[in-house]
């Protein structure tokens, strides 16, 4: 049975309304436009809304309250430009970088207070709100604001710190610089989307705890490691069941192993590894079982019922991090609690748009956090299109009809993720509906009894059986999660989507949703033809990757690692095995966009020659010169060649090598000394030559 059409009340959620072109301003103002033309462009919309407010009625037959809506969509775009320029910090006259005092690489002393923080093996990461800063040779600070990315060696001091805490250090900050090569992971994007834009690495003498004041998330932190060590008192220390009960009830995720993240990412079950909404949902659910008895359901007593509920929600928000996906999730129960005080039934979607709102006006930059768009996402999915999926089967059987009802949920959830999913992750594990039915239910059983425990832990019989209980029931889904991993055919993996493709399938989901809930041909119309153009992409795409040619080179410290691409095989000069964990973040993920598997061993090469120094790839030619080299193997006769790589520092000049080889473009890769890169950049400057460094320029590319 088809489900009957349900229109959008649009009029009823005007937050949502407002949330569009807000977004929309956030995104143009950071990404295209400028500080001063985002002013300019922003002045310029609201005095042209002013003048089309004051005389626009007068001379156009448009009606009042549509030209109002106009106006209101021009303030709120203005205003998302502005805002996210305001919140630049790199360009504020107070940040640390504009002080006097600041150069990069230069040692200077700062104070300030330590953020968040995380800790590894060897080092502990933590971004540090800077109050001043100063030369070490003069006794007065600057006061100033900004964020710094510290790196502190693991020891017993360092592990203590917690947020709030004031700290000194002495260090030289340096700008984070974007990935050298091509796909790789943008760290330095990714702390700039969180106002950090420099770091900083010292020793373990260069720093001193000068404050021990916590701030609210210090406090909060300090509770949460309580009640971590309650955990690790009834989980066994080092399991993958202590691993994921502090990931799924305290949202510390330090304890996860490499291969207990894949396995959960692989098989689509990696959201409840995440504080989010999910959780958050139980806990506020909980609260409402919990002070919905006795006298709180007197109206008298209902206020007092609703301080106790978001008293919960929020400590609970507080203490697993307060992640974006815990913020939106709490703000939107906090909303959806006060309009049942109130005795209104707020629209859902109204909740969403309040919620993402007051977010984004507190940090317009939480528009580009990953789990903030995901979050939104799955629930707008599950709002929008699971009533519609549930309406489609009906089983009389409660226990069927539950399984058909969280079965629906992961669908529409999926419905609205999958194509950022793959834009982000490049991957789609086949078996979610699968996992989405345990974990959904072991992750509710888990939150439970791990909140019980902790507030009964101090009666040693019921302690004890509660955490055998809990041990149980991860222990089952972490086996459950590794045999789902084993199945054949659970991932799909190494898919890669560009922008073009991204928004083709986000306006093919927009059309076909808005068809379910109108019943117009004409947006069904516009769903299929997004859906066409976004076939076209994939398959220009592909047909363009099976005609590449080219040559790279990759930057490795301390290493050597050249492709050249043909159609759907490359060929690889490199000084690491393929499996080489190095390779993982800096090489992988190109070859994965590109679509290219190594040449097949057992075939003859194709268009492909080497002889050592020699490398020879359709009419493109490479030497390689490194210690191995010897005047021995140098041809007698200049040898003219498009790219002369340069590995290892070998003791030789340019001028030497000059004699031997005539080459377009002489290559330096990270496996030399940047000392000795510095002297050849300056002889060739001197001769004339045309060079790359990789760890200056990047990843050398070249097609052909």
Same mark, same amino acid.
């Given at each position: 049975?088809?489900?009957?059409?349900?229109?959008?009340?649009?009029?009823?959620?005007?937050?949502?309304?407002?949330?569009?072109?807000?977004?929309?301003?956030?995104?143009?103002?950071?990404?295209?436009?400028?500080?001063?033309?985002?002013?300019?462009?922003?002045?310029?919309?609201?005095?042209?809304?002013?003048?089309?407010?004051?005389?626009?009625?007068?001379?156009?037959?448009?009606?009042?309250?549509?030209?109002?809506?106009?106006?209101?969509?021009?303030?709120?775009?203005?205003?998302?430009?502005?805002?996210?320029?305001?919140?630049?910090?790199?360009?504020?006259?107070?940040?640390?970088?504009?002080?006097?005092?600041?150069?990069?690489?230069?040692?200077?002393?700062?104070?300030?207070?330590?953020?968040?923080?995380?800790?590894? !093996?060897?080092?502990?990461?933590?971004?540090? #709100?800077?109050?001043?800063?100063?030369?070490?040779?003069?006794?007065?600070?600057?006061?100033?604001?900004?964020?710094?990315?510290?790196?502190?060696?693991?020891?017993?001091?360092?592990?203590?710190?917690?947020?709030?805490?004031?700290?000194?250090?002495?260090?030289?900050?340096?700008? *984070?610089?974007?990935?050298?090569?091509?796909?790789?992971?943008?760290?330095?994007?990714?702390?700039?989307?969180?106002?950090?834009?420099?770091?900083?690495?010292?020793?373990?003498?260069?720093?001193?705890?000068?404050?021990?004041? @916590?701030?609210?998330? &210090?406090?909060?932190?300090?509770?949460?490691?309580?009640?971590?060590?309650?955990?690790?008192?009834?989980?066994?220390?080092?399991?993958?069941?202590?691993?994921?009960?502090?990931?799924?009830?305290?949202?510390?995720?330090?304890?996860?192993?490499?291969?207990?993240?894949?396995?959960?990412?692989?098989?689509?079950?990696?959201?409840?590894?995440?504080?989010?909404?999910?959780?958050?949902?139980?806990?506020?659910?909980?609260?409402?079982?919990?002070?919905?008895?006795?006298?709180?359901?007197?109206?008298?007593?209902?206020?007092?019922?609703?301080?106790?509920?978001?008293?919960?929600?929020?400590?609970?928000?507080?203490?697993?991090?307060?992640?974006?996906?815990?913020?939106?999730?709490?703000? *939107?129960?906090?909303?959806?609690?006060?309009?049942?005080?109130?005795?209104?039934?707020?629209?859902?979607?109204?909740?969403?748009?309040?919620?993402?709102?007051?977010?984004?006006?507190?940090?317009?930059?939480?528009?580009?956090?990953?789990?903030?768009?995901?979050?939104?996402?799955? @629930?707008?999915?599950?709002?929008?299109?699971?009533?519609?999926?549930?309406?489609?089967?009906?089983?009389?059987?409660? *226990?069927?009809?539950?399984?058909?009802?969280?079965?629906?949920?992961?669908?529409?959830?999926?419905?609205?993720?999958? !194509?950022?999913? @793959?834009?982000?992750?490049?991957?789609?594990?086949?078996?979610?509906?699968?996992?989405?039915?345990?974990?959904?239910?072991?992750?509710?059983?888990?939150?439970?009894?791990?909140?019980?425990?902790?507030?009964?832990?101090?009666?040693?019989?019921?302690?004890?059986?509660?955490?055998?209980?809990?041990? &149980?029931?991860?222990?089952?889904?972490?086996?459950?999660?590794?045999?789902?991993?084993?199945?054949?055919? #659970?991932?799909?993996?190494?898919?890669?989507?560009?922008?073009?493709?991204?928004?083709?399938?986000?306006?093919?989901?927009?059309?076909?949703?808005?068809?379910?809930?109108?019943?117009?041909?004409?947006?069904?119309?516009?769903?299929?033809?997004?859906?066409?153009?976004?076939?076209?992409?994939?398959?220009?795409?592909?047909?363009?990757?099976?005609?590449?040619?080219?040559?790279?080179?990759?930057?490795?410290?301390?290493?050597?690692?050249?492709?050249?691409?043909?159609?759907? #095989?490359?060929?690889?000069?490199?000084? @690491?095995?393929?499996?080489?964990?190095?390779?993982?973040?800096?090489?992988?993920?190109?070859?994965?966009?590109?679509?290219?598997?190594?040449?097949?061993?057992?075939?003859?090469?194709?268009?492909?020659?080497?002889?050592?120094?020699?490398?020879?790839?359709?009419?493109?030619?490479?030497?390689?010169?490194?210690?191995?080299?010897?005047?021995?193997?140098?041809?007698?006769?200049?040898?003219?060649?498009?790219?002369?790589?340069?590995?290892?520092?070998?003791?030789?000049?340019?001028?030497?090598?000059?004699?031997?080889?005539?080459?377009?473009?002489?290559?330096?890769?990270?496996?030399?000394?940047?000392?000795?890169?510095?002297?050849?950049?300056?002889?060739?400057?001197?001769?004339?030559?045309?060079?790359?460094?990789?760890?200056?320029? &990047?990843?050398?590319?070249?097609?052909?």
């Amino acid at each position: 049975m088809m489900p009957a059409a349900q229109k959008i009340p649009w009029r009823e959620i005007p937050l949502l309304r407002l949330l569009l072109p807000f977004g929309l301003g956030i995104f143009v103002g950071y990404h295209f436009l400028p500080i001063i033309g985002a002013f300019l462009f922003a002045g310029g919309l609201v005095l042209g809304a002013s003048l089309l407010l004051m005389y626009g009625w007068q001379s156009l037959s448009v009606p009042k309250n549509r030209l109002w809506s106009l106006l209101t969509v021009f303030w709120c775009l203005c205003f998302g430009i502005f805002l996210v320029q305001q919140q630049y910090e790199l360009t504020q006259p107070s940040h640390f970088s504009q002080q006097p005092a600041f150069r990069e690489d230069t040692m200077l002393n700062w104070s300030g207070k330590v953020g968040q923080l995380r800790i590894g !093996p060897d080092r502990v990461r933590l971004s540090v #709100h800077i109050q001043a800063i100063n030369d070490t040779t003069k006794t007065t600070s600057s006061t100033c604001t900004g964020q710094l990315l510290l790196y502190l060696p693991t020891d017993s001091l360092s592990v203590g710190l917690l947020p709030g805490q004031e700290i000194q250090f002495r260090a030289s900050a340096e700008q *984070m610089a974007a990935p050298p090569n091509p796909d790789a992971f943008d760290f330095s994007e990714w702390q700039a989307r969180k106002g950090v834009y420099h770091q900083a690495r010292i020793a373990a003498q260069d720093w001193v705890l000068v404050n021990s004041k @916590l701030s609210l998330r &210090g406090r909060a932190y300090r509770y949460r490691e309580d009640l971590l060590k309650i955990l690790r008192q009834y989980l066994p220390v080092g399991s993958n069941e202590l691993a994921v009960g502090a990931a799924l009830i305290l949202g510390k995720r330090d304890e996860l192993s490499n291969d207990l993240r894949n396995a959960y990412a692989e098989t689509g079950a990696v959201h409840v590894l995440a504080v989010s909404g999910l959780h958050l949902g139980f806990v506020a659910w909980g609260l409402g079982l919990l002070f919905g008895w006795g006298p709180f359901k007197k109206p008298a007593w209902r206020w007092l019922r609703l301080l106790l509920v978001l008293t919960g929600i929020w400590g609970f928000a507080l203490v697993t991090g307060l992640s974006p996906s815990v913020q939106r999730a709490a703000v *939107m129960f906090s909303f959806l609690w006060l309009g049942q005080t109130l005795g209104r039934r707020a629209s859902v979607y109204n909740s969403l748009g309040a919620s993402a709102l007051l977010l984004l006006l507190i940090d317009p930059y939480l528009l580009f956090d990953i789990g903030f768009q995901l979050s939104y996402l799955a @629930l707008l999915g599950i709002v929008f299109f699971q009533p519609r999926l549930y309406r489609l089967w009906y089983s009389p059987y409660k *226990m069927v009809d539950y399984a058909w009802s969280l079965t629906t949920v992961a669908i529409a959830a999926q419905l609205t993720t999958f !194509p950022l999913s @793959l834009y982000y992750f490049h991957q789609f594990p086949l078996y979610f509906l699968l996992t989405g039915l345990v974990v959904v239910l072991a992750a509710s059983f888990i939150l439970g009894l791990g909140i019980v425990l902790f507030l009964l832990h101090w009666i040693a019989p019921l302690g004890a059986l509660l955490g055998i209980l809990l041990n &149980g029931v991860l222990w089952l889904n972490n086996a459950f999660i590794f045999t789902i991993q084993k199945l054949p055919g #659970h991932l799909l993996s190494g898919i890669w989507i560009n922008e073009w493709l991204l928004l083709f399938l986000f306006a093919a989901l927009f059309f076909l949703a808005w068809y379910s809930a109108h019943r117009r041909n004409v947006y069904l119309f516009a769903g299929l033809s997004a859906l066409v153009v976004a076939l076209g992409i994939n398959l220009f795409t592909q047909a363009s990757l099976a005609q590449q040619r080219s040559w790279i080179v990759y930057h490795l410290y301390k290493n050597s690692v050249i492709d050249a691409f043909d159609g759907g #095989h490359r060929y690889t000069i490199s000084t @690491l095995d393929d499996n080489d964990p190095a390779l993982d973040w800096a090489v992988h993920p190109h070859r994965q966009k590109r679509g290219v598997v190594p040449w097949p061993i057992t075939a003859p090469p194709l268009h492909w020659y080497e002889q050592f120094p020699v490398y020879a790839f359709y009419d493109q030619r490479l030497v390689i010169i490194n210690r191995d080299w010897e005047l021995g193997l140098s041809p007698e006769n200049p040898l003219s060649v498009d790219l002369l790589l340069i590995q290892d520092a070998p003791r030789l000049t340019l001028a030497e090598l000059s004699t031997y080889f005539k080459a377009d473009t002489w290559i330096f890769d990270g496996s030399n000394y940047p000392g000795q890169v510095t002297k050849w950049l300056e002889e060739a400057h001197e001769l004339g030559f045309s060079v790359h460094w990789t760890a200056r320029d &990047g990843a050398f590319q070249q097609a052909f």
